[in-house]
């Protein structure tokens, strides 16, 4: 039986901030309180710090296997480390697609065997999977592409998605681009520019896919999480039909770059999908976070090389690393008065604990998994400042300065992050989804 004392911290929750202490015993947190003076094996020192819920991460994409050379499940997880985040929930577009039970159990292996935080795995949905879709156990939900994006994971026709959407009750994420449109589009800009992005991947093809898969999720009393809004247009849909069934995120890059300037600056590193918009679609996006419309921020982290991201566009990929970043990026917008740390617990914490149901995390109580990360709110440096953890080594906020950052990351009471040092021998665990 090992003990950990976090002693002297500001701990916060989505209900507000108390100075106490936090005893963790074997993996758990055990009291919340202060001036806790139990006999410890070890007493992290965190005066003058904020005792965060580790960040759940609930859509990135580690390459692993079949893409390894621009990230893989250990740098991957070291990145997670590194930036607070405690857990991850990791996509299916790898080579070969994670689409059957034989195939998520080699990853999840790999992930056993590799990653410093806790981990689970989406399935993905193919035309002729759905058998596998129905008896796969302990995952987060299916994931849908319904735009083609990375990889061969397509599922557009309505027989399909229908098929998918009436049989079993396991949550589906989307990723809500309309194939007709995006298709549509291409005719359009037979010449395109990365300027032309957001034009050949328009609001028009978001907002028609967000109403497809919310109608069949009510018709199939389906639980159904939209991955990465990106528009007003989205938002005000989800705010007039609001559904406990419907859940959906947002990620940094929407909520804080914009078009044009974002591209014009940074070029085919600003290329995700869906695409940066214009700063009405972010002020908008902001807004549905703060009113509870979008329920949590996720990183879409989909790191390439900075050689295949300097590609000319359209041959360039999509797609931008995030795991590093996402909370210094919230916490400095707390600092700058446009959120609350408290919000930033909700959003990354709390909030997709609940929606996914992972057991045991999102808020530092009693009876949760130690899983936390003390930050200083004060200290102040610019991103990519003495390097990076990520494979690919870029950040599109390279050079931006952030105040709040990461000073110590534990998972299940493991030190794993301390001051820029790892502790390489933690192992997260699977994240059990009830």
């Known amino acids: 039986m090992t003990r950990l004392l976090l002693k002297g911290g ?27 003076s139990d006999g410890v094996d070890e007493t992290l020192d965190a005066r003058g710090l904020h005792v965060l819920p580790g960040v759940l991460d609930p859509h990135v994409h580690f390459r692993e296997p079949g893409f390894t050379q621009k990230e893989d499940l250990f740098t991957g997880s070291k990145a997670c480390a590194s930036g607070g985040v405690t857990s991850f929930f990791e996509m299916p577009n790898t080579r070969p697609a994670t689409t059957t039970r034989a ?34 156990e302990n995952v987060p939900g299916i994931k849908v592409f319904m735009g083609s994006s990375t990889g061969d994971l397509l599922v557009e026709s309505a027989d399909s998605l229908e098929r998918i959407f009436a049989a079993g009750r396991r949550l589906i994420a989307v990723h809500a681009e309309d194939e007709s449109v995006l298709e549509e589009a291409k005719s359009r800009f037979p010449s395109p520019s990365v300027l032309d992005h957001p034009r050949l991947r328009s609001v028009e093809a978001a907002l028609s ?34 559904s406990p069934l419907i859940s959906a995120e947002v990620t940094p890059q929407h909520l804080l770059l914009s078009w044009p300037e974002a591209y014009e600056r940074l070029g085919t590193l ?50 931008m690393p995030g795991v590093e ?29 609940r929606l996914f149901g992972a057991a045991g995390k999102g808020r530092v109580a009693p009876g949760f998994d130690a899983d936390v990360v003390l ?60």
Not at 11 to 30: F, N, Q, T, W, Y
Not at 104 to 133: P, Q
């Open 10 to 36: 500001t701990v916060v929750s989505p209900e507000g901030r108390e100075a106490a202490d936090v005893l963790i015993e074997d993996g758990k947190i055990l009291r919340v309180a202060a001036g806790i």
């Open 103 to 136: 195939l998520l159990a080699e990853k999840k292996a790999l992930a056993a065997a590799k990653c410093l935080v806790n981990y689970n795995f989406f399935i993905g949905a193919s035309k002729d999977n759905l058998e596998e879709l129905d008896a796969v």
């Open 209 to 242: 896919a967000v109403r497809r898969a919310a109608g069949l999720a009510i018709k199939y009393r389906r639980r159904l999480h939209l991955l990465h809004v990106t528009s007003t247009e989205e938002a005000a849909f989800l705010s007039e039909n609001a």
């Open 270 to 319: 600003a290329q995700v999908n869906p695409p940066v918009r214009e700063a009405r679609h972010a002020e908008s996006l902001w807004k549905a976070l703060r009113e509870g419309v979008i329920q949590c921020i996720a990183t879409d982290h989909a790191p390439h090389t900075l050689d295949e991201k300097k590609k000319p566009y359209p041959s360039s990929p999509s797609g």
């Open 325 to 353: 970043t996402s909370l210094p990026l919230l916490l400095d917008q707390a600092a700058k008065g446009r959120c609350s740390v408290e919000n930033v617990a909700a959003w990354m914490s709390e909030n997709p604990a």
């Open 375 to 434: 930050v200083d709110l004060k200290k102040t440096r610019r991103v990519g400042e003495g390097g990076t953890q990520t494979k690919c080594g870029w950040s599109p906020f390279d050079g931006l300065p952030l105040t709040g950052w990461p000073v110590a990351t534990i998972v299940g009471g493991q030190v794993v992050f301390r001051e820029g040092d790892f502790d390489l021998t933690v192992r997260g665990r699977e994240i059990v989804v009830q």
